[in-house]
C-alpha cells in the first residue's frame, strides 16, 4: 500500500513543538522573576526554640543577628554570620546573643573598630586584654553586656569574632 502525503499532519506537528517551546520559555520567564522578586528579601527565622531545658530556651537563627541585638553593632562588611542564637535565662529572665563571624581585617583594625564604637556609644570598658593570639573587650552600658573575644581559627578561616550580648532583667 501506498504511504498517503499529508501535509496537515505535518502541519500539526510543528505547531505542537511551537506551542510546547513558547510554554517552556513562559514558564522559565514566569520562574526568573518569581525568583527576582523572592530571592533578595531576608530570611525570615521562625522563632522555635532548639534547646529547652528547665531553666533556658535557645534558638537558632542562623546567619542573621537576633531582633534584640545591636542595630548599630559594627559588622565587618563582607562577612557573613556562621553562628547567631538567642538564649533566654528562665530563673533570671535575663537574654543573651552569641554571634560569630569571621574577619579578613587584622586584630589591630577590628580593635580600634570595636573600642570606637563602645565609646562612641556610651559603654564603659572594664577589660582590654590581650592573652597570646587572643584579644578580650568586655563592656558595659546600663542594664547589658557586651563581650567580643578575637582569636584566630586554627582552620585558616581567619580571624574569629565572637560576640555575646547580655541583657540583665
Do not use: C
Not at 526554640?49 to 563582607?78: C, H, M, Q, R
Request: hydrophobic share 40%; charged share 20%; aromatic share 12%.
Amino acid at each position: 500500500m501506498a504511504e498517503v502525503f499529508n501535509p496537515k499532519a505535518k502541519s500539526n506537528k510543528a505547531l505542537l513543538w511551537i506551542v510546547i517551546i513558547v510554554v517552556v520559555i513562559l514558564v522559565g520567564l514566569a520562574g526568573y522573576f518569581y525568583g527576582k522578586q523572592t530571592g533578595s528579601k531576608q530570611t525570615t527565622v521562625v522563632n522555635m526554640p532548639v534547646k529547652t531545658e528547665a531553666s533556658l530556651e535557645t534558638w537558632d537563627y542562623g546567619n542573621v543577628p537576633p531582633e534584640i541585638f545591636l542595630k548599630d553593632f559594627p559588622f565587618e562588611a563582607g562577612t557573613r554570620l556562621v553562628e547567631s542564637t538567642k538564649t533566654i535565662y528562665k530563673d533570671s529572665g535575663d537574654t543573651q546573643v552569641h554571634l560569630v563571624y569571621y574577619s579578613k581585617k587584622t586584630i589591630g583594625d577590628n580593635l580600634t573598630n570595636f573600642r570606637n564604637y563602645l565609646k562612641n556609644n556610651g559603654w564603659t570598658i572594664i577589660t582590654d586584654t590581650a592573652a597570646g593570639t587572643i584579644y578580650t573587650l568586655y563592656a558595659k552600658k546600663d542594664k547589658s553586656a557586651l563581650s567580643i573575644l578575637m582569636s584566630f581559627d586554627q582552620t585558616g578561616a581567619g580571624l574569629k569574632i565572637d560576640v555575646n550580648y547580655l541583657i540583665y532583667r
